[in-house]
């Protein structure tokens, strides 16, 4: 889209209306198919797939997701010798942390099914399609090493960006960080008392990114853009390394990887 079509966009009143009818429309009207926790007993990989019907809002729960029933938070343990599909669910987990990090041996995939925090998910996708259009919020896989005593916290309550800096510094700015390598967020990564590790795998809403600072509370002004912030702050913007996101709605911890 050109930057001529974006003043545009945000100039005609008119067409903005329009635009906004059909977000709405589109989010009580499409089935959703994206891939995305009060801690309780883990589930077992083999329950019920997801039959849960769609919120007040019209937002369904992805639909890979196990039955959430009457429970908001779930931690659903992945059993590749189950079936077919969870075998597919592993391996993808497993390619795509092993692809950075191959001397990785995985023990455990738990998948995180929390509904709030996907239905603010869900719907920052759609206000970063409906600014930059039908799948351009440049949504990424991404890594992020964590500490042992912070996984119950963090999987019930989120990645907190006001938190920034406070095991490694907050160089690119004030918000939570994400890494293209899981070999990088392994750094971040403190082992137990067994001496294994954590890592989350997390679907990112990068947007448009720019070089962050370490004073950033927020991404600057997008020149290109009518009134727009930018939605990322990383190390470099050819070739991004590291992602610091300001607002815990653009991001979702979809799965926690045991491993050492």
Known sequence: ???DQNTEKYTKTDENKDKCTTFV??????????????HSDLIPSH???????????????????SDLENDNILRIEIDPNQDVSQKREWENVQNKMKSTLPNARIISIQRLQNIFMWEHYYLKKKQFELAYGKGCSNELTLFHGTTPDSLDMITEQ??????????????????????VSAGYSDQYAKSDS?????????????????????????PPTNPDIKHRLFDSCVDNVLSPKIYCIFH?????LEYLIEYT
């Open 1 to 3: 889209m050109s930057k």
């Open 25 to 38: 429309n589109s989010l009580l009207t499409e089935p959703n198919s994206d891939n995305a926790a009060k």
């Open 47 to 65: 329950s019920k797939r997801n039959a849960t019907p769609s919120n007040e809002n019209g937002i369904r729960p992805p639909t890979h997701w």
């Open 158 to 179: 989120n990645l907190d960006p006001r938190l920034a800096g406070s095991r490694k510094g907050s160089r690119l700015g004030r918000g939570a960080y994400f890494a």
């Open 194 to 218: 067994k001496g294994h590790k954590f890592m989350f795998m997390v679907n990112v809403l990068t947007g448009k990114s720019c070089r962050g600072k370490a004073e950033y509370q927020r």
């Open 248 to 252: 815990d709605t653009q991001y979702y």
